[in-house]
């Protein structure tokens, strides 16, 4: 009698082996299939991009502002808030001057990007974590040795 009951359990033990491969074997089929993610996140929605950022750029960053937009460079910040700005610009040769513009900025399609509404070329910055990098008259990221001296930290 003892046989019969241990060649039972010997049975239903092996039985319930058998449907976890199965179970097992069929997870693993559908995770073998080919699955596209597609990434959604990018400035836009996934940064807090509120906030003032500032630096210290080239002179001769943006066309328009003086003339003679010469010396040892400008300190500005910009500060975003929803969908508007505030930029500050004052030259370090001229500590009494400085340049003040308010309005609205636009996404990319991207959402990397943004654009100053109402300001000269260049306009644009790339947003990163907690900076923004100014970008070009073409809307591209500066390179280079000076690639550094264009990027406002978030304060």
């Avoid at 910040?77 to 009494?96: A, E, H, M, V, W």
């Avoid at 609205?104 to 943004?114: K, L, M």
Wanted: with cysteine; aromatic share 8%.
């Amino acid at each position: 009698m003892k046989q019969i009951y241990f060649l039972a359990c010997a049975l239903l033990l092996l039985a319930g082996c058998n449907n976890r491969q199965n179970n097992a074997q069929g997870r693993t089929a559908v995770m073998e299939e080919d699955v596209t993610v597609v990434d959604t996140h990018n400035a836009q929605n996934s940064l807090d991009v509120n906030g003032t950022y500032s630096g210290t750029l080239p002179a001769g960053t943006f066309e328009g502002e003086l003339p003679s937009a010469s010396g040892p460079g400008m300190d500005v910040k910009i500060t975003l808030s929803g969908d508007t700005y505030r930029k500050s610009i004052k030259y370090l040769n001229q500590p009494d001057t400085t340049f003040e513009s308010t309005g609205r900025f636009t996404w990319d399609q991207n959402g990397s990007i943004i654009t100053l509404q109402g300001e000269e070329a260049p306009n644009k910055y790339f947003v990163g974590e907690n900076q923004l990098y100014h970008l070009d008259m073409d809307g591209n990221r500066i390179t280079g040795d000076m690639a550094d001296h264009y990027i406002l930290r978030k304060r």
